[in-house]
């Protein structure tokens, strides 16, 4: 039993690259999440899914698009990178939107 | 709106000191409380919860209590180990939504 994973661990983008970010959960939950963590400012939510097929908007979406591709995987894209999006990127995933959510072990993104 | 604050770090004390770190909320109704940890290097992982007013989570010697007339949550450790350094996250789950909110951390270093 993995939990959360993500692909990969650490990564190097120049401006305007492109890249996915990947997320897998064994735990058979329904709802998934992307967050990111900025120095001094905790983890902000980007995109959820309440459930498979479903995608919705968090704090911060801007730059961003979401897949969930199965119930078990859950990508973040960044179609244009920019600098403003150096960050570590948290994916967690919960039984349902009111359950306890658990964090995959993150991805260190630098956009130079 | 939903937020979390909690005290400035660093922290830093002596191996068997007690601990205390400050979290108060700010939400309407009845949120679910939690202290999230983060290791080094590492993701975040679950310390403790409690879904309603006046219960206590406890984990690994780690104390919070749900405290309603305060909103607070905060978290305690009659002994700290070298091993507990990390950066301590609160967090809040409203009912109405699925994001989590969370504090801006706070930083331990517990010194032999």
């Known amino acids: 039993n993995a939990g959360v994973t993500q692909t990969p661990k650490f990564q190097v983008l120049k401006t305007g690259q492109s890249m996915t970010l990947q997320c897998a959960q064994d735990?058979?939950?329904?709802?998934m999440y992307w967050y990111r963590q900025d120095p001094g400012m905790g983890l902000r939510l980007i995109y959820y899914?309440?459930?498979?097929?479903?995608?919705d908007k968090g704090e911060v979406p801007n730059g961003y698009n979401v897949s969930r591709l199965n119930k078990r995987e859950f990508s973040l894209r960044l179609e244009s990178a920019a600098p403003s999006q150096t960050s570590v990127y948290f994916c967690?995933?919960?039984?349902?939107?009111?359950?306890?959510?658990?964090f995959g072990p993150g991805t260190r993104l630098t956009v130079l | 709106g939903d937020s979390v604050t909690q005290m400035e770090g660093p922290v830093t004390l002596s191996e068997e000191a007690f601990l205390t770190i400050n979290c108060t909320y700010t939400?309407?109704?009845?949120?679910?409380l939690f202290w999230y940890v983060q290791y080094p290097g590492e993701g975040l992982q679950l310390l403790l919860k409690?879904?309603?007013?006046?219960d206590k989570g406890s984990n690994k010697g780690f104390e919070a209590t749900y405290r309603k007339e305060t909103t607070s949550f905060h978290l305690e450790k009659g002994s700290v180990q070298v091993s507990d350094s990390a950066v301590y996250f609160c967090?809040?789950?409203?009912?109405?939504?699925?994001?989590?909110?969370f504090g801006k951390g706070t930083s331990l270093l517990v010194t032999p």
């Open positions: 967690a995933s919960s039984f349902d939107g009111r359950d306890t959510q658990y």
């Open positions: 409690a879904t309603k007013a006046d």
């Open positions: 967090a809040l789950h409203s009912n109405s939504g699925y994001a989590l909110n």
């Open positions: 735990m058979n939950h329904n709802s």
């Open positions: 939400a309407t109704g009845y949120p679910s």
């Open positions: 899914s309440a459930s498979e097929g479903t995608t």
